[in-house]
DNA sequence: AGACTGACTTAGAAGCGTCTCG
DNA sequence: CGAGACGCTTCTAAGTCAGTCT
C-alpha cells in the first residue's frame, strides 16, 4: 500500500488525535447543555407522539460529522482532506480484497460439516439433516458404541413426529430409550420409575445429540413448541398499617406510585440508594408514576421516608424463613410444578429445558459499576410487549387472558423462544435455552473447536503481527500491536460505546492514553506498561507487563501529541480488527484469542501441576490452581463476598490474639532471662529455654494465621467459575480426570456436567486440545 | 463506510438451600 | 439446633460480532 509514505502517516497521525480529543470534550459538551433522548424513548415516542428534543439518529451523525470537519479546518486545512481520502482509499482496497474471499462456511466449525447436502426429498420441510444417514469422520469413533441405532427407527422417528407434530413428546422419549438398548439397565430404571407421569423426569439426558449431524443451512431448528413465558406477579398494595410519609406526615400513595416506591424501599439498604445519578434518575421516573396530586406534593426525594415499608419487606422475609417444613414445601412444590409447565420446551422431538422462562420483573435498573441509568424504572413487561417464536405447526402458547401477544413468529434461524424490547437502553431480551441444550452445546463444542484451529495457525499469526510492527503503516502498526495485547494479556476486543448511555469502560480496541503509562525502566525491568482501566462490569485491570521494545516504540508513537482522553488505536476499532483475523483464519475473531489462551493455559499447567503420586485432594488443588491461572489470566474477579469481612475479621481477631499472646511470651521470656542472669540456677535457664520455645511456637502459628489470611484475601477477589464454565474446554479437564482417575464430580458439580455432557461423553484421557 | 441493531455469549451479584461448627 | 459459611442456582447486565440499513 502507501509504501514510502510511512513517516508521512505518522504525522498526519497527530493531527488526527488533536481532532479525536476534540470530539471528545465536544461530546463532553454536548451531553451537559443537551438532552439527549434515550433508543427506548424513541422507541415510545415513535409510535405516539414526536418529542421536539427528539433528534433523529441521522441528524445527529450529521451534526457530529460537521462539528468534526469544522475542527479540522482549523487545525490543520491543508492535509485532513488528503488524509480523509488516504484512508478511505486503503479502507476501500482492504474492503475489496476481503469481500473477494466470500463468505466464510460456519458450518465446517467441527470439521464434520457434511458436504452441502441436498438431501430431504422425504423431509417434509426440507431443510434439515434427520439426524441419521451420515455420520461424520470425526464421530466415527464414536459410532461403535452407537452403531446399533437403527437408523431407519431415527427416520420413521421423525417422520412419524412430523405427522403428529408435537402431539406427545413422551412417545418419542420411549422411542428414544427403545433405540438405546445398550442402555438398559437405565432404561428400565426409567421406565419403573416413571412409567406414567414421572417420564418427565431426565428424559433427554441421553441424548447424545452430538452423535448426530447438524444442520447446514443455517437453521437451528425443524420444530419448536413451548408455553410461553411467565410473567411476574401483579402488584399486591401494602396492607393499611404500612406508611409511607413524605416530610415526617404519613403520605398514601397511588397504587402505581406505591408499586415504584417498593422498589426502592427494598434496595434501601443497598449502597445504590445513597448515590445521586441513582437518587436522581429513580426520582425522574417515579415521578411519572405519580398521579398529578401527588407530581404536586412530592417533589423532594429527600423528605421521603420508606422505612416503614423497607421494615416491612424485612418483616416479611423473616417470616418466609420461619414458615413451617410443609409450608415451604408447599411452595416448592409448586416451584417445581411451574418449571414442569413453562420451564421446557419441545425442540425437535426433544424435551429441552429453558434457561429463563420467567419474564424480568420491574424495577429499578441496576448497573454496574458508575451506570448513567441506574436507578432508572424498569418497567412491567406486558404480553402484548412479548414477541412469541415458534414452530407454526405447533401449539402456540396462550397469552394470558384478556391479553395478546405482541406478534407470534416462525422463525427458525434465531433460537429464541420469545423477546421483547426493556426500556432501559432499547435492547432486546430473550428467552432462550438452557445451557445443556443441544443447541447451546453444539455452539459452545464449536467454539472451542475453532480455538483449537487457532492453535495450529497461532505461531503464523505471531509471526506475522510481530512483522507488522515494523510496518510504514500507522494502521497495521496499530493493529499488530492491539493484537499484541490480546493475545498476551487476553484482553477483550472493546466495542465503540455509546457515550452517557453505559459505564465508562474499555477494552482492547478502546483503550484511551489514559489508561496506559510508560516505564522505560522499571524495577530492574525494560520497557514496561502499566495498564489500568475499567473492563467490562467496570472490573477494575491492572497490570505492568514488560513489552517488547518494539511495541514500546510504537506505543510511544501512538501517544504522541494525544490527551488523555484520546484513543490510543485512533486508526482501529474491532471491526478492522475482526476483518483482519477473519483473513488470518477463518472463523478468527478477537475472542477467540481469550478462549484459546485460557484453554492452552489450562492444559499445560495441569501438566506442570499435576504429580500422580500425589492423593486426590492435592490433585484437586493442582486442578483449582491450574484454574486460578486462568482465572487471573482473564481478569475474573468478584467483590468480596458480604460475610468476607467478617470472616476476615474473625481471622484477624485471632491474629490479633496471637500477637498479644506473642508478646506476652516475650515478655515472659524477658523477665525469665533476667532472673536467669540473676539467679544462675538451672531451674530459671529451664525456664528461659521453655519460654523460648514458648515464642517460637507462637511465631509459627501466627505466621500460619497470616498465610491462611492473605491466601483468603487473594482467592476472595478470584472467581473460577467464569473461566471453568465459558473458556475451559471442558474436555481438557475431563481428560485429566481420566488420566488421573479423578471422579468428574469432583470438579464439575451437577449442572456443570449437564452443560459439558458432550464433553463427559466424547473426550478420553488422551484428547489433546 | 459507518451506524444501527439483533442475536448470542460472557459476567458478577444476589438469592437460596444446605452443610458445618460451636 | 441455630447461625454463619459456602456452594449452587438464578438473574440479568454487559459484552462480542455479524448482518442490514442508510
Same mark, same amino acid.
Given at each position: 500500500?502507501?509504501?514510502?509514505?510511512?513517516?508521512?502517516?505518522?504525522?498526519?497521525?497527530?493531527?488526527?488525535?488533536?481532532?479525536?480529543?476534540? =470530539? *471528545? /470534550? $465536544? %461530546?463532553?459538551?454536548?451531553? +451537559?447543555? #443537551?438532552? @439527549?433522548? !434515550?433508543?427506548? &424513548?424513541?422507541?415510545?415516542?415513535?409510535?405516539?407522539?414526536?418529542?421536539?428534543?427528539?433528534?433523529?439518529?441521522?441528524?445527529?451523525?450529521?451534526?457530529?460529522?460537521?462539528?468534526?470537519?469544522?475542527?479540522?479546518?482549523?487545525?490543520?486545512?491543508?492535509?485532513?482532506?488528503? =488524509? *480523509? /481520502? $488516504? %484512508?478511505?482509499?486503503?479502507? +476501500?482496497? #482492504?474492503? @475489496?480484497? !476481503?469481500?473477494? &474471499?466470500?463468505?466464510?462456511?460456519?458450518?465446517?466449525?467441527?470439521?464434520?460439516?457434511?458436504?452441502?447436502?441436498?438431501?430431504?426429498?422425504?423431509?417434509?420441510?426440507?431443510?434439515?439433516?434427520?439426524?441419521?444417514?451420515?455420520?461424520?469422520?470425526?464421530?466415527?469413533?464414536?459410532?461403535?458404541?452407537?452403531?446399533?441405532?437403527?437408523?431407519?427407527? #431415527?427416520?420413521?422417528?421423525?417422520?412419524?413426529?412430523?405427522?403428529?407434530?408435537?402431539?406427545?413428546?413422551?412417545?418419542?422419549?420411549?422411542?428414544?430409550?427403545?433405540?438405546?438398548?445398550?442402555?438398559?439397565?437405565?432404561?428400565?430404571?426409567?421406565?419403573?420409575?416413571?412409567?406414567?407421569?414421572?417420564?418427565?423426569?431426565?428424559?433427554?439426558?441421553?441424548?447424545?445429540?452430538?452423535?448426530?449431524?447438524?444442520?447446514?443451512?443455517?437453521?437451528?431448528?425443524?420444530?419448536?413448541?413451548?408455553?410461553?413465558?411467565?410473567?411476574?406477579?401483579?402488584?399486591?398494595?401494602?396492607?393499611?398499617?404500612?406508611?409511607?410519609?413524605?416530610?415526617?406526615?404519613?403520605?398514601?400513595?397511588?397504587?402505581?406510585?406505591?408499586?415504584?416506591?417498593?422498589?426502592?424501599?427494598?434496595?434501601?439498604?443497598?449502597?445504590?440508594?445513597?448515590?445521586?445519578?441513582?437518587?436522581?434518575?429513580?426520582?425522574?421516573?417515579?415521578?411519572?408514576?405519580?398521579?398529578?396530586?401527588?407530581?404536586?406534593?412530592?417533589?423532594?426525594?429527600?423528605?421521603?421516608?420508606?422505612?416503614?415499608?423497607?421494615?416491612?419487606?424485612?418483616?416479611?422475609?423473616?417470616?418466609?424463613?420461619?414458615?413451617?417444613?410443609?409450608?415451604?414445601?408447599?411452595?416448592?412444590?409448586?416451584?417445581?410444578?411451574?418449571?414442569?409447565?413453562?420451564?421446557?420446551?419441545?425442540?425437535?422431538?426433544?424435551?429441552?429445558?429453558?434457561?429463563?422462562?420467567?419474564?424480568?420483573?420491574?424495577?429499578?435498573?441496576?448497573?454496574?459499576?458508575?451506570?448513567?441509568?441506574?436507578?432508572?424504572?424498569?418497567?412491567?413487561?406486558?404480553?402484548?410487549?412479548?414477541?412469541?417464536?415458534?414452530?407454526?405447526?405447533?401449539?402456540?402458547?396462550?397469552?394470558?387472558?384478556?391479553?395478546?401477544?405482541?406478534?407470534?413468529?416462525?422463525?427458525?434461524?434465531?433460537?429464541?423462544?420469545?423477546?421483547?424490547?426493556?426500556?432501559?437502553?432499547?435492547?432486546?431480551?430473550?428467552?432462550?435455552?438452557?445451557?445443556?441444550?443441544?443447541?447451546?452445546?453444539?455452539?459452545?463444542?464449536?467454539?472451542?473447536?475453532?480455538?483449537?484451529?487457532?492453535?495450529?495457525?497461532?505461531?503464523?499469526?505471531?509471526?506475522?503481527?510481530?512483522?507488522?510492527?515494523?510496518?510504514?503503516?500507522?494502521?497495521?502498526?496499530?493493529?499488530?500491536?492491539?493484537?499484541?495485547?490480546?493475545?498476551?494479556?487476553?484482553?477483550?476486543?472493546?466495542?465503540?460505546?455509546?457515550?452517557?448511555?453505559?459505564?465508562?469502560?474499555?477494552?482492547?480496541?478502546?483503550?484511551?492514553?489514559?489508561?496506559?503509562?510508560?516505564?522505560?525502566?522499571?524495577?530492574?525491568?525494560?520497557?514496561?506498561?502499566?495498564?489500568?482501566?475499567?473492563?467490562?462490569?467496570?472490573?477494575?485491570?491492572?497490570?505492568?507487563?514488560?513489552?517488547?521494545?518494539?511495541?514500546?516504540?510504537?506505543?510511544?508513537?501512538?501517544?504522541?501529541?494525544?490527551?488523555?482522553?484520546?484513543?490510543?488505536?485512533?486508526?482501529?476499532?474491532?471491526?478492522?480488527?475482526?476483518?483482519?483475523?477473519?483473513?488470518?483464519?477463518?472463523?478468527?475473531?478477537?475472542?477467540?484469542?481469550?478462549?484459546?489462551?485460557?484453554?492452552?493455559?489450562?492444559?499445560?499447567?495441569?501438566?506442570?501441576?499435576?504429580?500422580?503420586?500425589?492423593?486426590?485432594?492435592?490433585?484437586?488443588?493442582?486442578?483449582?490452581?491450574?484454574?486460578?491461572?486462568?482465572?487471573?489470566?482473564?481478569?475474573?474477579?468478584?467483590?468480596?463476598?458480604?460475610?468476607?469481612?467478617?470472616?476476615?475479621?474473625?481471622?484477624?481477631?485471632?491474629?490479633?490474639?496471637?500477637?498479644?499472646?506473642?508478646?506476652?511470651?516475650?515478655?515472659?521470656?524477658?523477665?525469665?532471662?533476667?532472673?536467669?542472669?540473676?539467679?544462675?540456677?538451672?531451674?530459671?535457664?529451664?525456664?528461659?529455654?521453655?519460654?523460648?520455645?514458648?515464642?517460637?511456637?507462637?511465631?509459627?502459628?501466627?505466621?500460619?494465621?497470616?498465610?491462611?489470611?492473605?491466601?483468603?484475601?487473594?482467592?476472595?477477589?478470584?472467581?473460577?467459575?467464569?473461566?471453568?464454565?465459558?473458556?475451559?474446554?471442558?474436555?481438557?479437564?475431563?481428560?485429566?480426570?481420566?488420566?488421573?482417575?479423578?471422579?468428574?464430580?469432583?470438579?464439575?458439580?451437577?449442572?456443570?456436567?449437564?452443560?459439558?455432557?458432550?464433553?463427559?461423553?466424547?473426550?478420553?484421557?488422551?484428547?489433546?486440545?
Amino acid at each position: 500500500m502507501s509504501g514510502d509514505h510511512g513517516y508521512k502517516d505518522y504525522q498526519m497521525d497527530s493531527g488526527a488525535r488533536i481532532s479525536d480529543s476534540q =470530539r *471528545h /470534550k $465536544d %461530546k463532553h459538551r454536548d451531553k +451537559e447543555h #443537551k438532552h @439527549k433522548d !434515550h433508543k427506548k &424513548d424513541k422507541e415510545r415516542e415513535k409510535s405516539k407522539h414526536s418529542n421536539s428534543d427528539h433528534r433523529e439518529p441521522s441528524e445527529k451523525k450529521h451534526k457530529d460529522r460537521e462539528r468534526e470537519k469544522e475542527k479540522e479546518r482549523v487545525k490543520h486545512k491543508d492535509d485532513s482532506l488528503e =488524509r *480523509h /481520502k $488516504d %484512508k478511505e482509499k486503503r479502507r +476501500e482496497e #482492504k474492503m @475489496k480484497s !476481503h469481500s473477494a &474471499d466470500g463468505k466464510h462456511k460456519r458450518e465446517k466449525e467441527n470439521g464434520f460439516a457434511s458436504p452441502p447436502r441436498i438431501k430431504s426429498e422425504n423431509d417434509d420441510n426440507g431443510y434439515y439433516h434427520s439426524p441419521k444417514h451420515e455420520k461424520s469422520v470425526k464421530r466415527q469413533f464414536e459410532e461403535d458404541e452407537v452403531e446399533y441405532k437403527p437408523k431407519k427407527v #431415527k427416520v420413521e422417528n421423525e417422520k412419524k413426529a412430523k405427522k403428529r407434530k408435537h402431539e406427545d413428546y413422551y412417545e418419542d422419549e420411549e422411542e428414544e430409550e427403545d433405540v438405546k438398548p445398550k442402555k438398559k439397565t437405565k432404561d428400565k430404571k426409567q421406565e419403573t420409575a416413571g412409567g406414567k407421569k414421572k417420564v418427565k423426569k431426565e428424559p433427554e439426558q441421553k441424548w447424545k445429540w452430538w452423535e448426530e449431524e447438524r444442520a447446514t443451512d443455517g437453521s437451528k431448528w425443524r420444530f419448536l413448541e413451548h408455553k410461553g413465558p411467565v410473567f411476574a406477579p401483579p402488584y399486591e398494595p401494602l396492607p393499611g398499617h404500612v406508611r409511607f410519609y413524605y416530610d415526617g406526615k404519613p403520605f398514601k400513595l397511588s397504587t402505581s406510585a406505591e408499586e415504584v416506591a417498593t422498589f426502592f424501599a427494598k434496595m434501601l439498604d443497598h449502597e445504590y440508594t445513597t448515590k445521586d445519578a441513582f437518587r436522581k434518575n429513580f426520582f425522574k421516573d417515579w415521578r411519572k408514576e405519580m398521579i398529578s396530586e401527588e407530581k404536586g406534593k412530592l417533589t423532594d426525594l429527600n423528605k421521603c421516608d420508606f422505612s416503614e415499608l423497607s421494615e416491612y419487606f424485612k418483616a416479611q422475609s423473616e417470616a418466609r424463613k420461619q414458615m413451617t417444613k410443609e409450608e415451604k414445601l408447599k411452595i416448592k412444590e409448586e416451584n417445581e410444578r411451574i418449571l414442569e409447565e413453562y420451564g421446557f420446551c419441545v425442540m425437535d422431538n426433544h424435551r429441552e429445558r429453558i434457561g429463563n422462562f420467567r419474564i424480568e420483573p420491574p424495577g429499578l435498573f441496576r448497573g454496574r459499576g458508575n451506570h448513567p441509568k441506574m436507578g432508572m424504572l424498569k418497567r412491567r413487561i406486558r404480553p402484548q410487549d412479548v414477541i412469541i417464536n415458534c414452530s407454526k405447526d405447533s401449539k402456540h402458547p396462550k397469552p394470558p387472558s384478556g391479553t395478546k401477544w405482541k406478534e407470534v413468529r416462525h422463525d427458525n434461524k434465531v433460537t429464541w423462544l420469545a423477546s421483547w424490547t426493556e426500556n432501559i437502553q432499547g435492547s432486546i431480551k430473550y428467552i432462550m435455552l438452557n445451557p445443556s441444550s443441544r443447541i447451546k452445546g453444539e455452539k459452545d463444542w464449536q467454539k472451542y473447536e475453532t480455538a483449537r484451529r487457532l492453535k495450529s495457525c497461532v505461531d503464523r499469526i505471531r509471526n506475522q503481527y510481530r512483522e507488522d510492527w515494523k510496518s510504514k503503516e500507522m494502521r497495521i502498526r496499530q493493529r499488530a500491536v492491539a493484537l499484541y495485547f490480546i493475545d498476551k494479556l487476553a484482553l477483550r476486543a472493546g466495542n465503540e460505546k455509546e457515550e452517557g448511555e453505559t459505564a465508562d469502560t474499555v477494552g482492547c480496541c478502546s483503550l484511551r492514553v489514559e489508561h496506559i503509562k510508560l516505564y522505560p525502566e522499571m524495577d530492574g525491568q525494560e520497557y514496561v506498561v502499566e495498564f489500568d482501566f475499567l473492563g467490562k462490569d467496570s472490573i477494575r485491570y491492572y497490570n505492568k507487563m514488560p513489552v517488547e521494545k518494539r511495541v514500546f516504540k510504537n506505543l510511544q508513537l501512538f501517544l504522541e501529541n494525544k490527551q488523555p482522553e484520546d484513543d490510543l488505536f485512533d486508526r482501529l476499532n474491532t471491526s478492522i480488527l475482526n476483518k483482519h483475523l477473519q483473513e488470518l483464519m477463518e472463523g478468527l475473531t478477537a475472542k477467540v484469542f481469550r478462549t484459546y489462551n485460557a484453554s492452552i493455559t489450562l492444559q499445560q499447567q495441569l501438566k506442570e501441576l499435576t504429580c500422580s503420586d500425589d492423593n486426590l485432594p492435592a490433585k484437586i488443588l493442582s486442578y483449582n490452581r491450574a484454574n486460578r491461572a486462568v482465572a487471573i489470566l482473564c481478569n475474573h474477579q468478584r467483590a468480596p463476598p458480604k460475610t468476607f469481612e467478617k470472616t476476615m475479621q474473625n481471622l484477624q481477631t485471632k491474629i490479633d490474639e496471637k500477637k498479644k499472646q506473642l508478646s506476652s511470651a516475650k515478655k515472659e521470656l524477658k523477665s525469665a532471662k533476667a532472673d536467669a542472669k540473676t539467679l544462675h540456677d538451672d531451674k530459671s535457664r529451664k525456664a528461659v529455654e521453655t519460654k523460648k520455645k514458648a515464642v517460637q511456637r507462637i511465631e509459627e502459628q501466627l505466621m500460619k494465621l497470616e498465610v491462611q489470611a492473605t491466601d483468603r484475601e487473594e482467592n476472595k477477589q478470584i472467581a473460577l467459575g467464569t473461566s471453568k464454565l465459558n473458556y475451559l474446554d471442558p474436555r481438557i479437564s475431563i481428560a485429566w480426570c481420566k488420566k488421573y482417575e479423578i471422579p468428574v464430580e469432583k470438579i464439575y458439580n451437577k449442572t456443570q456436567r449437564e452443560k459439558f455432557a458432550w464433553a463427559i461423553d466424547m473426550a478420553d484421557e488422551d484428547f489433546e486440545f
